[in-house]
């Protein structure tokens, strides 16, 4: 199955429900979200005079059904456990960096006497035989950018907070941002070593958000550590591995691998040099490979300690070279059946990126949105407010909220106090939203991201405009026009 009938319908320009009527007249009774294959699309597009040309098709083929056994032979028993990967967010200056660095050299001490670490962009620790990768960009802006590249790399994000200084407003939205992804949270108190630690400040603050400690009858994993001297960092591992078993991540390690870039730069002398986070399958030397536009072999590499390595499995960074040029973090990472294929993959996807590029459609205008509402395509409306004091996005938050209906949810994904950042953008940007600003503008960078995301940022002085925007938005096309 290559499309769905609300995609069809959107890239032909139609009305689903046109769609639904002709695939109704040929004897055929589907829903808006019903996948169709090649042909029916093609049939389908047919009697609407639009010719379908099999892309979608070529590249789901050779990219995601391309296993080794073959998709179909594929079994649960396939299907491994695989690393947690997890992402440390939290306030500048909570100890993020300290977190990520105390947790790599305890293992490495601990593990192999004088290793020489390597920062790749991810490491990954063992306890009690177990693994676990770290993400290296500690933060909420990188993990967002991510995803909003449509990268899905974090199982767990880890909050820090300094237990002398409490929640602040990058812990909030940090917060929002793992909640928004649907990420699970665990709570690091850090710095307990200093004489004014208020850890249960920390958890009161917390509690606002839903955080709620298992102790204090909630069902948040709460660690109090101290990055400097190294305290509980092999109970906050544990706890980890805890919610990863939880969760029970599994991957395929004999599929065709199926990653993601998390770092990438041109070396002088060996030329791209990427790190992957495998996700499915395992990756090996030689491997026709194809990330974004760009494609190529594996030819050497080298996981977080320098070491050389020839296979690379599930949740496992390394280090790559051998691709023909440089990827965005974020983009998608396969290896495929042969270099030719790999090619093929990377250069229509160029060509599509010009097209695209030439089109410049916004993505997630407030219309466009409210279309896809109406074709059954979501049923959310997703809202980022930002406003001059606490009282006015209060304020615009409850009338938007009270906008709600049955047809379509109003969720508000973020607020706060200030100017619109980029890093609401790419909030924004990831979830579908529109970022509503109240009496604040954007920041240059955050308007630049906007414009190539094709963010909607929509500026209010007058709370009543804006409501009366979103709900004529909200009537007008959800109301029947059968
Ligand atoms: P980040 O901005 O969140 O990455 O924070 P850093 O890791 O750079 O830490 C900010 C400051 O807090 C630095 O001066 C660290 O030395 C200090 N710090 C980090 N963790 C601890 C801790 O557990 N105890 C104490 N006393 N200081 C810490």
Same mark, same amino acid.
């Given at each position: 199955?290559?499309?769905?009938?609300?995609?069809?319908?959107?890239?032909?320009?139609?009305?689903?429900?046109?769609?639904?009527?002709?695939?109704?007249?040929?004897?055929?009774?589907?829903?808006?979200?019903?996948?169709?294959?090649?042909?029916?699309?093609?049939?389908?597009?047919?009697?609407?005079?639009?010719?379908?040309?099999?892309?979608?098709?070529?590249?789901?083929?050779?990219?995601?059904?391309?296993?080794?056994?073959?998709?179909?032979?594929?079994?649960?028993?396939?299907?491994?456990?695989?690393?947690?990967?997890?992402?440390?967010?939290?306030?500048?200056?909570?100890?993020?960096?300290?977190?990520?660095?105390?947790?790599?050299?305890?293992?490495?001490?601990?593990?192999?006497?004088?290793?020489?670490?390597?920062?790749?962009?991810?490491?990954?620790?063992?306890?009690?035989?177990?693994?676990?990768?770290?993400?290296?960009?500690?933060?909420?802006?990188?993990?967002?950018?991510?995803?909003?590249?449509?990268?899905?790399?974090?199982?767990?994000?880890?909050?820090?907070?300094?237990?002398?200084?409490?929640?602040?407003?990058?812990?909030?939205?940090?917060?929002?941002?793992?909640?928004?992804?649907?990420?699970?949270?665990?709570?690091?108190?850090?710095?307990?070593?200093?004489?004014?630690?208020?850890?249960?400040?920390?958890?009161?603050?917390?509690?606002?958000?839903?955080?709620?400690?298992?102790?204090?009858?909630?069902?948040?994993?709460?660690?109090?550590?101290?990055?400097?001297?190294?305290?509980?960092?092999?109970?906050?591992?544990?706890?980890?591995?805890?919610?990863?078993?939880?969760?029970?991540?599994?991957?395929? /390690?004999?599929?065709?691998?199926?990653?993601?870039?998390?770092?990438?730069?041109?070396?002088?002398?060996?030329?791209?040099?990427?790190?992957?986070?495998?996700?499915?399958?395992?990756?090996?030397?030689?491997?026709?490979?194809?990330?974004?536009?760009?494609?190529?072999?594996?030819?050497?590499?080298?996981?977080?300690?320098?070491?050389?390595?020839?296979?690379?499995? /599930?949740?496992?960074?390394?280090?790559?070279?051998?691709?023909?040029?440089?990827?965005?973090?974020?983009?998608?990472?396969?290896?495929?059946?042969?270099?030719?294929?790999?090619?093929?993959?990377?250069?229509?996807?160029?060509?599509?990126?010009?097209?695209?590029?030439?089109?410049?459609?916004?993505?997630?205008?407030?219309?466009?949105?409210?279309?896809?509402?109406?074709?059954?395509?979501?049923?959310?409306?997703?809202?980022?407010?930002?406003?001059?004091?606490?009282?006015?996005?209060?304020?615009?938050?409850?009338?938007?909220?009270?906008?709600?209906?049955?047809?379509?949810?109003?969720?508000?994904?973020?607020?706060?106090?200030?100017?619109?950042?980029?890093?609401?953008?790419?909030?924004?940007?990831?979830?579908?939203?529109?970022?509503?600003?109240?009496?604040?503008?954007?920041?240059?960078?955050?308007?630049?991201?906007?414009?190539?995301?094709?963010?909607?940022?929509?500026?209010?002085?007058?709370?009543?405009?804006?409501?009366?925007?979103?709900?004529?938005?909200?009537?007008?096309?959800?109301? /029947?026009?059968?």
């Amino acid at each position: 199955d290559v499309i769905t009938v609300a995609e069809l319908a959107k890239r032909m320009g139609v009305k689903g429900k046109d769609l639904i009527k002709e695939l109704m007249r040929q004897g055929t009774m589907v829903t808006i979200n019903h996948p169709l294959d090649f042909e029916t699309a093609a049939i389908l597009a047919s009697e609407f005079n639009y010719e379908v040309e099999n892309v979608a098709f070529d590249e789901e083929t050779l990219l995601e059904h391309s296993s080794v056994k073959g998709a179909e032979e594929a079994s649960a028993d396939d299907l491994k456990t695989r690393p947690p990967v997890v992402t440390i967010m939290g306030h500048v200056d909570h100890g993020k960096t300290s977190l990520l660095d105390a947790i790599r050299t305890a293992n490495v001490t601990a593990g192999e006497a004088g290793g020489i670490t390597q920062h790749i962009g991810a490491y990954d620790v063992e306890l009690d035989g177990k693994k676990i990768t770290f993400l290296d960009t500690p933060g909420h802006e990188a993990f967002t950018a991510m995803r909003a590249r449509g990268a899905k790399v974090t199982d767990i994000v880890i909050l820090v907070v300094a237990a002398d200084d409490g929640v602040m407003p990058q812990t909030r939205e940090a917060i929002n941002h793992a909640k928004a992804a649907g990420v699970p949270i665990i709570v690091a108190i850090n710095k307990m070593d200093k004489p004014n630690a208020t850890p249960d400040k920390v958890r009161q603050g917390l509690t606002e958000f839903g955080l709620v400690s298992e102790d204090w009858g909630g069902d948040t994993i709460f660690v109090e550590v101290s990055a400097k001297l190294h305290t509980n960092l092999d109970r906050l591992l544990e706890m980890i591995l805890l919610q990863a078993e939880v969760m029970d991540l599994k991957a395929n /390690p004999t599929k065709r691998v199926r990653g993601i870039i998390v770092e990438a730069r041109l070396d002088k002398g060996r030329g791209p040099v990427v790190t992957v986070l495998v996700q499915e399958g395992t990756l090996k030397i030689g491997d026709p490979i194809v990330a974004g536009t760009h494609y190529g072999r594996v030819r050497s590499m080298i996981n977080d300690r320098g070491e050389r390595v020839d296979a690379a499995g /599930p949740s496992f960074p390394v280090e790559v070279t051998g691709l023909s040029g440089v990827p965005d973090a974020g983009d998608m990472f396969h290896a495929v059946e042969d270099e030719k294929t790999a090619k093929d993959v990377a250069q229509h996807r160029a060509q599509k990126l010009r097209e695209t590029e030439l089109a410049r459609t916004s993505k997630v205008s407030l219309e466009q949105l409210f279309a896809r509402i109406q074709e059954g395509d979501i049923k959310e409306l997703k809202v980022i407010i930002k406003g001059d004091v606490q009282g006015s996005v209060e304020a615009v938050r409850d009338s938007l909220t009270k906008l709600s209906t049955d047809a379509c949810r109003l969720v508000v994904l973020h607020t706060g106090v200030g100017g619109i950042i980029e890093s609401d953008v790419s909030l924004a940007s990831a979830s579908d939203a529109i970022v509503i600003g109240f009496n604040v503008r954007p920041e240059p960078k955050a308007a630049t991201l906007a414009e190539s995301e094709g963010v909607d940022i929509r500026l209010y002085n007058i709370i009543y405009d804006a409501v009366a925007d979103v709900r004529n938005a909200m009537e007008g096309l959800l109301a /029947p026009t059968l």
